[in-house]
């Protein structure tokens, strides 16, 4: 499974929040997810958490604004 930083990542389990979605602040060995529902981060082993994703969501605004930059800066 293809996981970047930035993306959104739309989990089978809800936090305990309620909210399902979560945006990935860092990839490895763990990874790190920001809940996008109460802003909490969690750390978890890379397994669990693709075991755990429903569906990848693209990357967030955030990422889809520095693209648009290196797209502009590369010309
Ligand atoms: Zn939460």
Not at 4 to 28: N, Y
Not at 34 to 62: D, F, L, T, W
């Amino acid at each position: 499974m293809n996981v970047q930083v930035g993306d959104i990542l739309e989990m089978k389990k809800p936090h305990p929040c309620s909210s399902k979605t979560f945006e990935v602040l860092r990839v490895g060995m763990d990874f790190k997810i920001k809940c996008q529902g109460c802003g909490r981060e969690v750390m978890a082993a890379r397994s669990k958490i693709e075991k755990n994703i429903k569906k990848i969501n693209g990357v967030s605004p955030y990422k889809m604004q520095a693209q648009e930059k290196q797209k502009l800066g590369s010309d």
